[in-house]
């Protein structure tokens, strides 16, 4: 499997997401913002996904071993690099994850929380992602959307909104995503793709599947056009122009102006 990577932050602050590729795997973390809001922790949202995603590398070395079992291993060893830090907080660093592993004649993927993996067929494009965070608090969510973005009155509205997920995060109520516990692993979407059904896949973060998504300024299929003749870069660079068109989010209302944006291109 060929893998072609890129990652680029929203904005001044530091990149949330993360991004690896090998020759047989892909995978993208999209940290979860904290809104200012406290963790409990004193590592920060990069410096959990940095650990998150290299553990998790190390764990899915033997291809035979099922994705979930690996994230549960992973997060546990992450756990184990900070205890001195509150992980009962439901606020600890947390994070999307998507996987998707090159195994003999098959694809297996790993979806937990809004990071899709999308595969190329010879006729169509089939999108796996977990939308379950789309389901809790609407109406905090629609708050946080009648504003434009980095206003105080839209600060104080995605304070509201992120203190009321944490509540909610990782319980049977809400949704879930890689955080301090292994149990979230059993909770991600999981299957298999035949190797000939598949032409190419994308791994990548909500920053980068919203231009189809929300945006609705591309299709799947110029998407892919895009990777082949430009790259990961071309294609965060469109993201980025089409933003910069609405850059309070009057047209698109979302939390913040530019989101990180981390993708991973494979072929074979």
């Excluded at 904005?11 to 690896?20: H, I, L, M, T």
């Excluded at 939308?131 to 105080?152: G, N, S």
């Excluded at 292994?182 to 299957?191: I, S, V």
């Excluded at 896949?201 to 799947?220: F, Q």
Aim: hydrophobic share 40%; aromatic share 6%; charged share 25%.
């Amino acid at each position: 499997m060929r893998v072609s990577i890129d990652t680029h932050p929203g904005g001044a602050n530091p990149n949330e997401d993360w991004v690896a590729g090998t020759s047989t795997l892909a995978i993208v973390l999209d940290g979860l913002s904290t809104a200012g809001l406290n963790t409990g922790c004193r590592h920060g949202v990069p410096w959990y996904v940095a650990r998150l995603g290299s553990q998790l590398v190390a764990a899915l070395a033997a291809p035979e071993r099922p994705l979930s079992e690996g994230l549960a291993d992973a997060l546990e060893q992450v756990a184990a690099m900070h205890p001195e830090c509150d992980l009962n907080n439901p606020g600890t660093p947390s994070a999307t994850v998507a996987v998707l592993r090159h195994r003999d004649r098959d694809l297996d993927h790993l979806v937990l929380a809004d990071s899709p993996i999308v595969i190329e067929g010879h006729a169509d494009y089939s999108v796996i992602t977990d939308l379950r965070v789309d389901d809790v608090l609407p109406h905090l969510r629609a708050e946080v959307e009648q504003h434009e973005t980095d206003t105080p009155e839209h600060k104080e509205a995605l304070k509201r909104f992120v203190h009321a997920q944490r509540q909610i995060r990782n319980t049977a109520d809400g949704y879930w995503v890689a955080s301090a516990g292994p149990e979230a692993a059993e909770h991600a979407l999981t299957g298999t793709t035949p190797l000939r059904d598949a032409q190419a896949a994308l791994v990548m973060s909500d920053g980068v599947s919203r231009l189809v998504s929300e945006y609705k300024m591309a299709t799947w299929s110029e998407v892919f056009a895009t990777l082949r003749t430009g790259g990961p870069r071309e294609l965060i660079d469109n993201v980025r122009k089409v933003e910069a068109t609405d850059p309070t989010g009057r047209r698109w209302p979302r939390y913040k102006s530019g989101d990180d944006a981390a993708l991973a291109f494979c072929q074979w």
